[in-house]
């Protein structure tokens, strides 16, 4: 299967949370990616259609205290813009 889910912002720090919140030590992740291009597109169309078919059935209200209220990004260049924003910076610190 694919680990797509990976490369949400969010994945690490939720991850490393889990693991802290039952006593352990996060894991080491390696994630090995194909073409950068060919990721973030397949990443857009896998969080778009995600999200699409959240509405799909009656979801309506996002976790804008995880994702912040600039998630979902609009466009591609707001997902750039958002991948080297502080709070994913930071998200990535709280991981470690």
Do not use: H
């Amino acid at each position: 299967g694919c680990a797509q889910y990976l490369t949400s912002p969010t994945a690490p720090y939720l991850i490393a949370k889990a693991y802290r919140d039952a006593g352990e030590q996060p894991p080491i992740l390696v994630v090995c990616v194909r073409d950068p291009i060919d990721q973030t597109k397949s990443w857009w169309r896998y969080e778009n259609n995600a999200m699409e078919w959240g509405r799909s059935m009656g979801l309506s209200e996002w976790n804008n205290d995880l994702r912040s209220v600039l998630y979902p990004p609009n466009s591609i260049f707001e997902a750039l813009e958002y991948s080297m924003s502080q709070y994913t910076s930071d998200l990535f610190i709280a991981a470690e």
